[in-house]
């Protein structure tokens, strides 16, 4: 049966048993009401046991379904006590009001065991909504249920009230802090639906005392289809799927529906102070004090969410500026890699860019130093390059690791001429030419030295060497053929007898 079908067909039950009550006897009243709930109450016994000894669900989550369990087969022999007393099988209901007064301790259990466990602030938050949501919530039960009300000649029989109200009103706060934990979007779970349940009985309870106080029919004002409702819609829960406990939710730091709930109870028990004092002209001091209390809970609560809310900015802020690193960097080196450098440097080339210098380096020696102390080692050695690379550079000169072991480099603001290559090949070496791009092969050559330092890896002295390519970057001209010609310049540096560096020219040049 769908769920929505489910609690519609639970409501009309409801609703039709409490219109039909004033047409039947007492006994027929208080008969068709225990045996409703006798059986609803059983049947979600039955189910929620099945569901305690089922080894799929954790140990917390059938502690809860034992909770349960407990807790509407207790509910359930109580109202079977209840019947028969009403049928005249002996005086048992007192016995009958204990055992459904006990089943009601027990649901809360089972929703604080079948809740998400939280940790730090949101276990102090979580602890601050359960007392401020109490609070309101007794400022309701003492000004409707209690304020007022004497009971002559019962000794003690105030203060029994106010515990067996306050732990209604207990029942119903975890009610409402467990239905404020629904995620947007999700369908009922059984924990909802249990919830739900508890805090109709919690309200019906609260309101048959004020009934029981008033000297009113025992199903006024709705609780005698309170009772059947809460039995239903427990009985439904006892057939749905669970929520997954134990894991706080970064959501509940946010406003969304249901997170809105515990704070109902508050702005009602507002709304009644300032009813009674517009009538009245005076509050009861209980009223008073116990609103002051619950506002001053709310207020901490809002300071720790806004503290939480700030440090899960900054987490956010770390996060976003992780992500943005390594959606543009090697993950070995640290380098740039391969599309971040060829944006950066399609920004540069796309504007004024006199004296800009593509290098293209090749490790010499990596490959025996990769193949003989392995690839850790090999990565080692890449990074140690690189931070020796990134050490001689300037900072807005890009560096990054294109391939294996080879990193291509971009300056800016070098010098250049116009002369010609000796041999026409449009390959000239860097060795003695005053001038053309004097400042690039200084770089270069004060890279090679750097690179070529032993460096220790492993527990191991190796030393790797390096050759590079030039090429000077034309007015107009792209990255792709600027990278292609300093490329073809750094395989004749290795041509060359490697650890030298080779500048390219255009033959025509």
């Known amino acids: 049966m769908r769920l929505r079908t489910a609690l519609l067909a639970s409501l009309v039950v409801a609703a039709a ?7 039947l006897p007492r006994w027929g009243q208080l008969a068709v009401s225990d045996t409703v709930i006798a059986l609803a109450s059983g049947y ?12 799929a669900n954790i140990r917390r989550m059938r502690l809860a379904f034992g909770c349960g369990t407990v807790a509407c087969g207790i509910w359930s022999l109580g109202n079977v006590v209840l019947l028969i007393s009403t049928l005249g099988a002996g005086s048992l209901a007192g016995v009958g009001g204990l055992l ?26 979580l602890l601050i909504d359960v007392a401020a949501v109490f609070g309101a919530m007794f400022a309701l039960a003492w000004e409707f249920v209690l304020s007022g009300t004497q009971v002559p000649g019962e000794v003690g029989g105030e203060g029994y009230r106010v515990t067996i109200v306050g732990l209604l009103v207990l029942g119903a706060v975890i009610a409402l802090v467990t239905l404020a934990s629904a995620e947007p979007g999700q369908g009922g779970s059984a924990q909802q639906l249990l919830a739900a349940a508890a805090l109709v009985q919690a309200v019906t309870l609260l309101a048959a005392t004020r009934n029981d106080l008033e000297g009113h029919l025992w199903y006024a004002d709705g609780v005698g289809g309170g009772y059947i409702l809460g039995a239903l819609v427990m009985a439904v829960s006892s057939r749905l799927a669970t929520s997954r406990p134990g894991v706080e939710r970064g959501g509940a730091l946010v406003f969304r529906g249901w997170a809105l709930l515990p704070y109902v109870p508050v702005v009602f028990a507002v709304a009644t102070a300032a009813s009674r004092q517009a009538a009245t002209g005076q509050l009861d001091p209980v009223l008073v004090w116990t609103l002051l209390a619950t506002f ?11 503290a939480s809310l700030g440090r899960m900015t900054e987490v956010l802020e770390e996060q976003r500026d992780t992500l943005e690193h390594q959606a543009s960097h090697d993950a070995l080196t640290g380098l740039l890699n391969r599309p971040a450098f060829d944006s950066r440097a399609a920004d540069i080339l796309a504007g004024p860019h006199l004296g800009v210098t593509a290098m293209v380096l090749d490790l010499d020696g990596f490959k025996p130093v990769n193949d003989s102390h392995g690839h850790a080692a090999g990565d080692d050695v890449l990074v140690v390059v690189a931070r020796r690379l990134s050490a001689e550079l300037r900072a807005e000169d890009l560096v990054s690791r294109i391939g294996g072991d080879e990193f291509a480099i971009l300056l800016t603001g070098v010098r250049s001429s116009e002369a010609e290559g000796s041999d026409g090949s449009g390959l000239r070496s860097g060795e ?19 690179i070529s330092e032993p460096m220790r890896v492993h527990g191991h002295t190796v030393t ?17 053929g600027l990278l292609r010609r300093a490329d073809t310049a750094m395989y004749a540096a290795k041509a060359a007898g490697k650890g030298t560096v080779r500048r390219y020219e255009s033959a025509a040049a």
């Not at 301790?105 to 929703?111: S, T």
């Open 100 to 125: 459904s007064t006990m089943a009601a301790g027990f649901v809360p259990i089972a929703l604080i065991l079948a809740a998400p466990r939280p940790h730090g602030l949101a276990a102090v938050r």
């Open 432 to 450: 003695g030419d005053e001038g053309w791009d004097g400042d690039a092969e200084e770089v270069a050559k004060r890279l090679l030295r750097r």
């Open 296 to 306: 001053s809970l709310v207020l901490i609560r809002q300071f720790l969410t806004l």
């Open 464 to 480: 790797v060497g390096g050759s590079i390519g030039l090429a000077a970057a034309d007015e107009g001209g792209d990255l792709t």
């Open 44 to 55: 979600a016994a039955f189910h929620y046991r099945r569901r305690a000894a089922d080894p």
């Open 17 to 23: 048993l409490q219109a039909l009550y004033p047409f």
